[in-house]
């Protein structure tokens, strides 16, 4: 019985009570010195719940300091907030349209990333506060001060107490990823060619430590600005380099590969002209670049027969560089440049076996993962400054911050985007409710739209489940509360010696406990805080219940009327969708690759832009779903969502590469045989995701079909090459096959959070991952 007692408290119980006691020190610290020093309830009143809002009713990612900046960001918005909020409550018409608007703006920002969508609801409150009568402008000057005096309180106690350890940076994450993607490129340069269990354990468990879901909220590089999207586009080439490198099939056997034939002395000057031509394209630029590339043509052969450049050494040295770069240091590029002369080498060999140009194709898709990486890499520590063409993946790389928050933006407007719906479903809600509390004239009003911003929720289930729970708590609390009015009366020194351990205990106890402990302790917390701003009988608990029922009603009506399912459904039609346009895709790339045709550089292949929303609402749509329960329908059967993304992701990706050239080139058309093996292989892979994807979204008339077949890997299946297929077939069929994968993936064994395979970013409210 007595280990019961000595038993440690659990982690969430500390950072929960760290969090509590920093609340609660601002929070009272300034309620005091304004209503006891000052005699200002005004003032008392915004500093008390100005620290509440932004950190016991609102989830700020990050460390202390990283919040105390944020805090300090939020403090001129407050101020707006605050003086809207004032100036508009003369009349309830105004009241219901400022916040309809400012409910919508302030929900809709979660696009920007964690960090937005953690300070949304503070910042709902900070205009709610102020938006109920009296109407008193000449009071804004308190406000405005006891606001600020709150949140600078809570900045300092942020910054100062019980400070938390600072997690592992996204970059370093990506480093540390780089170097293990390299350590395979290296094991791989020598027999017997494949990855031991133990490297593919390590590979596998880097890649999975780049998913958002394993990143704490504030190092997620979710943001709409340059840096966040290279930082991500960095987090998924890393993890596509991974994928690749842990499936890239051995040389045939007796073949020698180009790092065994460097390692002899018939090589060596070889080596060195290699290593000077290399330094050469860092040095000369124009003139050297041509130069790489007649080195490249004239090496293709050799690397068409084992000899020549090492790819996977080129891979190795530039992941390491990239990996420098993250951390800080200054490369001079030379291990891009070599990696990129070693690509047009591999781009140019049509000669050899069709093993061996099998072989150049998937190590073609290595050195491309590999370059992009370094690209991005470069891009998030330069911005603009980078040397990097704005165009095919890297479009963003000139923009400036309004045009990427504009495209980020308007991506998200329409019925589609989760975001878009939270914020009308939230907005219309605290319309509604402004509207009756000012109709009705409801006493305290303001904890209605209270009841209705923290009780509802993105499923009409889970509010109605929350609801209950935050119900009971808050009769429970009303009860408690008024006994303790009825027994103290006017006695306001047992009010203020109570609120500060009472305050403590709630939010400690609330977020871990759950909604129905936390609203009946916050409604004791708030009847002893107005117990001190005025006189007041058991009736104010009266008036918290009544609220509270009050805002809970209408946000379960607005909970069922707007898409009450939440991203349960919305995620199966944006993975349905996404799983049509990338068979239109695969469809129209296998067209042209047999046609041939003049090709030249753009930012991305005509049709793909559809594509890249598809993925962005589809993604959006599953960061939402992992944090929602489970819904009544369960998903299908070992269904995997994030292998669909993967899909999308590689479907976009090897399209652009092999469609987009670096520069303008005309392609011959494929010859007979190996076009109409290209055109079935693209088909089967199409009706492959068309399957998938009626299965995903069924409908009433949806034909009962199995699950379509998926063999290991299709490039294997085609058992007679075409003779004299050219490159471009073998790039072709690798792409197909790495598909195949995919869609077999999307129907094996699986969780709501597999992380199998090399998978990209579930961001909230990130597009960086559509724009490879």
């Known amino acids: 019985m007595a280990g019961a007692f000595l038993r440690r408290p659990s982690p969430a119980y500390k950072a929960a009570a760290r969090r509590a006691l920093r609340v609660t020190i601002a929070a009272t610290a300034g309620f005091y010195v304004l209503l006891y020093g000052f005699d200002s309830a005004v003032g008392a009143t915004y500093a008390l719940f100005g620290a509440i809002a932004m950190a016991g009713l609102s989830h700020l990612p990050g460390s202390g300091r990283q919040r105390a900046v944020l805090l300090a960001g939020v403090v001129p918005v407050c101020w707006v907030l605050i ?28 696009v920007g990333g964690p960090r937005f969508a953690g300070a949304a609801t503070g910042l709902q409150l900070m205009y709610i506060l102020p938006s109920f009568p009296p109407y008193d402008p000449a009071s804004l000057g308190e406000r405005l001060a006891g606001a600020t005096l709150g949140l600078v309180l809570l900045t300092i106690a942020e910054m100062t107490l019980l400070p938390e350890p600072v997690a592992l940076p996204y970059r370093e994450r990506v480093a540390r990823a780089a170097e293990g993607a390299a350590s395979c490129a290296d094991r791989l340069r020598s027999a017997p060619y494949t990855l031991p269990e133990a490297t593919l354990g390590i590979a596998q468990g880097l890649s999975t430590g780049l998913r958002s879901s394993q990143v704490p909220e504030a190092e997620r590089p979710a943001g709409a600005g340059l840096r966040p999207r290279a930082l991500a586009h960095v987090g998924l080439a890393t993890r596509t380099l991974l994928g690749r490198l842990t499936v890239l099939p051995p040389p045939r056997p007796g073949a020698a590969t180009p790092g065994e034939v460097g390692a002899g002395s018939g090589t060596a000057a070889g080596g060195a002209e290699r290593d000077a031509a290399a330094r050469g394209v860092d040095q000369d630029g124009d003139a050297a670049e041509e130069r790489v590339g007649r080195e490249g043509r004239a090496g293709a052969a050799e690397v068409a027969q084992g000899g020549g450049p090492d790819p996977l050494r080129a891979v190795a040295d530039a992941a390491r560089e990239a990996a420098a770069r993250l951390r800080g240091s200054s490369p001079d590029g030379r291990a891009h440049a070599r990696l990129r002369q070693v690509r047009r080498g591999l781009t140019a060999a049509d000669d050899g076996s069709p093993a061996v ?8 898709e290595v050195a491309d993962a590999a370059l ?88 009409v289930r889970e509010t109605r489940a929350t609801e209950r729970r935050a119900l009971t708590g808050t009769l429970v609390g009303a009860l408690a509360a008024a006994a303790l009015l009825a027994v103290a009366g006017t006695d306001i020194e047992v009010y203020a010696v109570a609120l500060p351990p009472l305050m403590l205990l709630t939010f400690t106890l609330g977020p871990v406990k759950g909604v129905g402990w936390a609203q009946a302790l916050f409604t004791v917390v708030v009847s002893l805080v107005f117990a001190q701003l005025a006189p007041a009988t058991w009736q104010l608990a009266e008036f918290r219940l009544l609220d509270v029922l009050t805002g809970s009603a209408i946000g379960a009506v607005f909970g069922l009327l ?133 299965r995903t979204d069924p409908t009433e008339d949806t034909a009962q079909a199995p699950a379509p077949h998926h063999p290991p890997m299709l490039s294997t299946a085609l058992a007679d090459d075409p003779p004299g297929a050219p490159r471009v077939y073998y790039a072709t069929v690798s792409w197909l096959a790495a598909l195949t994968t995919d869609l077999a993936r999307i129907a094996s064994d699986g969780d709501r959070d597999n992380g199998a395979g090399a998978t990209p970013p579930a961001v909230t409210g990130s597009d960086t991952a559509a724009s490879m």
Do not use: C
């Not at 809600?429 to 209270?450: E, K, Q, S, Y």
């Open 83 to 110: 003086t809207l909020g004032t100036y508009l409550s003369v009349r309830t018409w105004s009241a219901v349209v400022g916040m309809l608007v400012v409910g919508f703006a302030l929900a809709f920002m979660a």
């Open 357 to 364: 140009l099998r072989r150049n194709a998937a190590l073609l």
């Open 372 to 459: 992009a990486m370094s690209t991005a890499a470069d891009i998030a520590v330069r911005g603009r400054a980078a040397d990097v063409s704005p165009s095919g993946p890297f479009w963003y790389a000139r923009m400036r911050a309004p045009q990427l928050w504009w495209r980020r933006l308007s991506g998200h407007v329409g019925g589609r985007s989760v975001f878009f719906q939270n914020a009308v479903r939230i907005s219309l809600a605290l319309a509604a409710a402004r509207l009756i509390a000012g109709i009705d004239t409801l006493p305290h009003g303001f904890w209605v739209l209270l009841a209705t911003l923290t009780l509802t929720r993105t499923t």
């Open 562 to 694: 707007a898409w009450p399912r939440g991203a349960h459904d919305e995620l199966r039609r944006s993975v349905a969708e996404l799983l049509r346009t990338a068979a239109e895709i695969v469809v129209a790339t296998t067209a042209q690759i047999t046609a041939g045709g003049r090709r030249v550089p753009q930012a991305t292949a005509p049709g793909h832009r559809s594509l890249q929303h598809a993925l962005v609402m589809a993604e959006s749509a599953y960061a939402q779903y992992q944090s929602e329960p489970s819904g009544p329908t369960p998903p299908p059967a070992a269904q995997d969502w994030q292998a669909a993304l993967i899909a999308g992701h590689h479907t976009l990706w090897g399209a652009d590469r092999l469609l987009l050239p670096p520069e303008p080139v005309v392609v011959p058309p494929l010859g007979r045989q190996a076009a109409e093996s290209v055109i079935r292989t693209g088909d089967r892979v199409a009706a492959s995701m068309l399957l998938t994807s009626a």
